[in-house]
């Protein structure tokens, strides 16, 4: 309490505004709240700052965004320095405060002599990403939480390939933010020239690429009618999402009236996140009463989609990250085929903890593959990697995040509806529904099923117990797991891959991270991952077998439940 109680004063005595001063002296009366707000100042990690808004160091709002954004400026003057004027790129999402977070950023930059392009209002992240490459940025920021809860906000930072920061800029902007001792160091106020306001023209600019995506038009002009209902979540996918949709000629959406409306306080909703079936609630209510073909809901700053559709029996049904993400590479690398496209230099990508049916896929096709870390700038940062060598066609992550094309260098819920949409009408112009297309898959390239595990521990205590939980995990690794013996471990933070039969080890060539993945003798995958993003510890497991027929999908489906269910066990026992 003694180093909380000094860097309490240390605020105190800093040029923060009275208000500022007056919800300080409030805390002070609590010592536990106090505590928390300032035991240890808001990281800005590799993918910039998140966490919940209020006064404190370990709190997001207008101070430790101004650091932030001092820090990342003094980086580009650092490493721009030939260039006669730096520019950078600023959106925000429906979040509370997010608005002024954005503008307080703008005008720390234009102190800083940095050129912003400040969107007029709230805007999705993939735009953000385009703006960048499009106004040919070396930086930008978006002011977002995604789908945390309504009391989180946060600061994401962007290179000028319009991807999240990697190695080593990732780092040595973390050094230049660290350095930052102290609010007063921060330029507050720029100058109003320094600060465009961009909006409509790179709308146009964004749709127009997109239109480009499209494989099936034909199929699109012929189930133009298919029934569309689409949620924003209160969030910045109304901006785009219904014009995307039309302009793929898609006539029959209807937006969920309740949830079209931005609202950093999510009214209708627990949680604002499309993973979560409470946040689709309405949208489903609204498809049954229409007799609709897909739902397709999206998170505050529109980087994930979630969807629904029709089961065997005409129930809707909830899709998870793994069978969208699965279902959206084959058909991209179908229509791809059929249209001649393929000439062996494209490839896809995914995540570590990402179902391998994408893999089998992609190895039908004969189009290359890459596992990354978990977070899109590890895919960005291979897309940048092989530009001007390989063709990217799509890639995506468990979490509800994908990308399709290269214009946007981030996950695009935007493109994603748009091209789910097209997916869907084209399967429908074939006889199948979605679902149907799915259980095909299962039969041509095995039964992958998935489970994810998110255990909640906050506050300091919480963050404790998590460090805790995967140093157990790696000094007494399972034996075994669902009733298969553990025979392989990679631990992404050590850079091995250990051979748990015969002792033996190798070397990966990732950058460090803590992640475990556990691999048993039948096949089954585990991943345990602390989140980067929320106090969450998460477990990803993942099982396999063939499917020998359609008729066979309800007892398989039954029997691989079974096995997800004994892992679940086991891993909690652990």
């Not at 969208?324 to 393929?342: A, D, F, M, P």
């Not at 089998?360 to 895919?379: C, P, Q, R």
């Not at 039969?501 to 803590?514: A, L, M, R």
Request: net charge negative; glycine share 8%.
């Amino acid at each position: 309490m003694s180093d909380v109680r000094e860097k309490v004063q240390k605020w105190l005595n800093s040029q923060i505004d009275n208000h500022a001063k007056e919800q300080i002296q409030e805390l002070i009366k609590d010592e536990d709240a106090l505590n928390e707000a300032f035991y240890k100042d808001l990281e800005f990690g590799t993918g910039g700052l998140r966490g919940i808004m209020g006064i404190g160091s370990n709190r997001i709002n207008k101070y430790t965004v101004g650091m932030a954004t001092q820090g990342l400026a003094n980086y580009l003057i650092r490493e721009f320095s030939d260039l006669d004027q730096i520019k950078v790129a600023i959106a925000h999402d429906s979040r509370n405060n997010s608005r002024f977070f954005a503008e307080t950023t703008a005008r720390v930059f234009a102190a800083n002599g940095i050129k912003v392009y400040l969107f007029r209002d709230l805007r999705p992240t993939p735009e953000l990403s385009f703006a960048i490459r499009n106004l040919k940025c070396q930086s930008g920021v978006v002011l977002t939480a995604s789908h945390n809860p309504k009391e989180y906000n946060g600061y994401k930072a962007y290179w000028d390939d319009g991807a999240q920061m990697v190695a080593p800029h990732d780092k040595n902007v973390i050094d230049e933010v660290n350095k930052i001792g102290s609010i007063d160091d921060v330029k507050w106020d720029g100058p109003d020239s320094l600060i465009e306001l961009i909006g409509e023209e790179v709308d146009s600019a964004y749709l127009a690429e997109l239109r480009k995506l499209s494989l099936s038009p034909d199929a699109v002009e012929s189930e133009k009618n298919l029934k569309i209902v689409f949620s924003p979540i209160h969030g910045t996918g109304i901006t785009l999402v219904p014009k995307a949709l039309e302009q793929m000629g898609f006539t029959n959406v209807t937006v969920v009236k309740e949830q079209s409306t931005p609202d950093g306080n999510f009214p209708t909703v627990v949680y604002p996140n499309p993973e979560e079936a409470e946040a689709l609630k309405l949208a489903l209510e609204k498809a049954r009463s229409i007799d609709a073909d897909l739902v397709m809901a999206t998170d505050p700053d529109a980087d994930r989609v979630g969807i629904a559709c029709k089961n065997l029996e005409g129930e809707f049904v909830l899709l998870n990250g793994n069978q969208t993400g699965s279902l959206l590479i084959y058909y991209v690398l179908r229509r791809w085929q059929e249209r001649n496209k393929l000439d062996g230099k494209q490839f896809i990508v995914k995540t570590i903890v990402t179902s391998d049916l994408i893999h089998e896929i992609a190895e039908h096709f004969e189009v290359g593959h890459f596992d990354t870390l978990t977070g899109f700038k590890y895919i960005a940062g291979i897309i940048r990697d092989l530009e001007g060598k390989k063709q990217f066609i799509a890639g995506g992550e468990e979490s509800y995040g994908y990308l399709i094309g290269d214009f946007v260098r981030d996950k695009d819920a935007v493109a994603s509806c748009a091209m789910i949409a097209e997916m869907s009408a084209w399967a429908k112009s074939q006889g199948m529904t979605i679902y149907e297309l799915l259980i095909k898959l299962y039969v041509q390239f095995g039964y992958y099923k998935e489970k994810l595990i998110s255990i909640t521990k906050k506050g300091m205590k919480g963050a404790e117990e998590i460090s805790q939980m995967m140093a157990g995990f790696r000094a007494d690794p399972p034996e075994t797991l669902g009733g298969s013996k553990v025979v392989r471990m990679i631990d992404y933070k050590a850079s091995v891959d250990k051979d748990l039969e015969n002792g033996t080890e190798e070397n990966i060539d990732y950058e460090k991270s803590n992640v475990l993945q556990f691999f048993t003798e039948d096949g089954y995958k585990i991943s345990a991952r602390p989140s980067g993003t929320e106090p969450k510890i998460k477990f990803y497991m993942s099982v396999h077998v063939p499917l020998a027929s359609p008729e066979q999908f309800d007892e398989t489906t039954k029997k691989l439940d079974e096995i997800l269910e004994s892992l679940e066990q086991d891993l909690m026992a652990k």
